[in-house]
């Protein structure tokens, strides 16, 4: 990408009707495409070219401005740039989170998987899911997790590795004799455990991880 920031979208309309977030995908291709000495030194009140706002959108700068200063907010808080430190004035850097953007879709990629954070993540699921996750391979994601869901209970509940699916979730969550049911517990309650994992087995949990995957999705 080359020329200004306004190559990007040469007419007003989208620079006053889009969100911030949907701004700074392509903005920071842009800055991302400039010489490295510029991208280590930029300002937020002078990264765009003032000069070209009479030619492309006169009686907008006003609004304009305001929009760039939206896209550049939200691109701090989310890590994206950083002040320049030392540095008198507004000086601000791309981060190495901000360079890994090098295009609009990599900005989509990451505003999907920050709607699912790691660190909430159980360590097992995390090594064999993210890299997926991120990849957008969220079919293979959520299959690549339920079946650490399945190994993880068929080693809790010390079972062979022919037991699998429904037959394992059944034996393992059984209300009266099942391992991993938590013998403190109403009957109600385990019961109503016992249910929601032999609908299906492990099939039934991928229903539901769909289910709670779908705004990411």
């Known amino acids: 990408m080359s020329g200004s920031i306004f190559s990007i979208f040469p007419d007003p309309e989208p620079w006053l009707t889009l969100e911030p977030e949907e701004l700074a995908g392509p903005i920071l291709e842009y800055l991302n ?66 360079s890994r953007i090098k295009k609009s879709s990599d900005l989509d990629k990451y ?12 360590p097992v699921i995390y090594e064999r899911v993210w890299p997926a996750f991120m990849r957008g391979e969220y079919d293979t ?15 809790a509940g010390g ?3 022919t037991e699998v699916g429904t037959g394992l979730m059944r034996k393992a969550f059984d209300s009266s004799s099942g391992p991993l049911t938590d013998q403190k517990l109403p009957p109600a309650e385990k019961e109503s455990l016992a249910h929601l994992v032999e609908g299906n087995g492990v099939q039934s949990l991928q229903a539901v991880a769909q289910i709670m995957l779908a705004p990411v999705i």
């Open 33 to 98: 495409s400039l010489p490295e000495k510029d991208r280590e030194m930029l300002n937020p009140h002078n990264f765009p070219i003032p000069q070209i706002w009479k030619d492309l959108f006169r009686n907008k700068e006003k609004e304009i401005t305001h929009a760039l200063m939206e896209v550049w907010n939200w691109m701090e808080s989310q890590g994206m740039v950083a002040r320049v430190p030392g540095a008198r004035g507004d000086w601000y850097f791309i981060t190495r989170k901000g």
């Open 111 to 122: 505003r999907k998987a920050s709607q699912l954070p790691k660190q909430i993540l159980h």
């Open 141 to 155: 994601a959520v299959f690549q997790a339920f079946r650490e869901v399945e190994v993880a209970v068929r080693d």
């Open 159 to 161: 079972f062979p590795l």
